[in-house]
């Protein structure tokens, strides 16, 4: 399954430039316009969960990317000096 | 000649340890431990083999297998990883590249490389002082086709050859190889894990037959070990460069809150 016109093309712009990340958040419309992201998923990427967004086809690595930076991680953050000042 | 002096295989991820504290220690404890046994060989470099997780190669530019050839990196800093300088062994690189190459095994060359946790977890436990020169040896199993582990073995056996025929007696290489064991991530069935096939794959290594483990083909990984399940290929990839080699397995916990059979492995070489 193809993912929709320009959703991997964002969410690779968005690893290669972290500081547009926040816009996910604040003005997810700025990044769907620049990647001419189809008017009927972008709900789906605002709001979908993990398994939305694995039916659309995109990319598994993707959907975890996009989940984070959108506030929705499949699996809680945690320091990861809880370990690594324990070396 | 230079010699393979360790061979180690584990995880590549932590996870949150809320609720779980007892497992994911043991799983710590393993790692540092692995982290001992492979400093203790005394390696003047260290081969990460392991896949990338779409932070440094793109999905329309496919590189299934894939080296640094650089003499330093910084990493990527995901996870909230370090991102402090690591060092690289760039004639190491070059020449095992083009030895791959000149045998029909297509290695590619990324420009730019700032290793993500696939090669930081593991080396930032292994080596937490930053000593060790590295060359990061990329399978990358994001891709769909993914590489298979009979490209992934063949790798294997080519860098032993190169280490064997090309490197110098001084040279001390550890293999580190990281990923898996079976998870599944981003797709429905993430957090599931499939404990049996886990053993039965480490068993099939710790007694010597990792050879046999190249005849699987990815459709089966897939079933049975899930999409990151495929990044057991980096395993495979180390195995060919350690043939008939027995190991040990230091700690193995199936972690469904982390989506990952959690394991580590060092071998006698």
């Known amino acids: 399954m193809t993912a929709p016109r320009g959703v991997h093309q964002l969410i690779e712009h968005l690893i290669e430039t972290p ?9 997810p419309e700025v990044l769907f316009d620049r990647f001419d992201v189809p008017a009927e998923v972008r709900e789906t990427l605002r709001t979908g969960g993990r ?37 | 000649m230079g010699k393979i002096v360790g061979a180690f295989a584990m995880s ?7 609720g779980l504290e007892e497992q994911a220690e043991r799983v710590f404890v393993g790692m540092k431990e692995l982290g001992r046994q492979l400093r203790a060989t005394h ?19 496919p590189m299934p297998f894939a ?27 070059t020449g095992f590249a083009m030895f791959a190459n000149d045998r029909g095994f297509k290695l590619a060359k990324p420009p730019r490389l700032r290793p993500d946790h696939g090669v930081m ?23 769909t086709p993914a590489p298979t582990p009979q490209e992934s073995w063949r790798l294997g056996e080519l860098l032993r050859a190169y280490v064997s025929e090309y490197c110098t007696a001084e040279e001390r290489v550890a293999l580190l190889a990281g990923g898996g064991l079976s998870h599944w991530l981003g797709v429905p069935e993430e957090g599931r894990v499939n404990e049996s096939w886990d053993r039965w794959f480490m068993d099939t290594l710790a007694t010597g037959q990792g050879a046999s483990l190249a005849a699987l083909s990815n459709e089966q990984i897939l079933a049975d070990a899930g999409n990151g399940g495929l990044e057991v290929n980096s395993w495979i990839t180390l195995a060919g460069a350690i043939p008939g080699a027995t190991g040990e397995c230091l700690f193995y916990e199936a972690i469904p809150a982390w989506a990952s059979g959690m394991a580590g492995m060092a071998f006698r070489v």
């Open chain 1, 19 to 27: 500081a547009d990340r926040g816009l996910i958040r604040t003005s």
């Open chain 1, 51 to 87: 398994d939305d967004l694995h039916r659309l086809g995109i990319h598994p690595n993707l959907v975890i990317k996009w989940l984070i930076w959108s506030g929705r991680p499949t699996m809680p953050f945690f320091p990861i000096d809880y370990y690594f000042a324990r070396r």
């Open chain 2, 12 to 18: 590549h991820v932590l996870g949150a340890p809320g």
């Open chain 2, 43 to 61: 390696p003047t470099l260290v081969i990460v083999i392991t896949s990338d997780h779409l932070n440094n190669f793109r999905l329309d530019q």
């Open chain 2, 67 to 93: 080296i640094g050839t650089a003499d330093a990196y910084t990493p990527y800093g995901d996870m909230g990883l370090p991102t402090d300088q690591i060092r690289g062994n760039a004639a190491f690189s």
């Open chain 2, 121 to 143: 977890i593991p080396l930032g436990i292994v080596d937490p002082k930053r000593e060790l020169p590295i060359v990061p040896l990329y399978v990358n199993t994001v891709y």
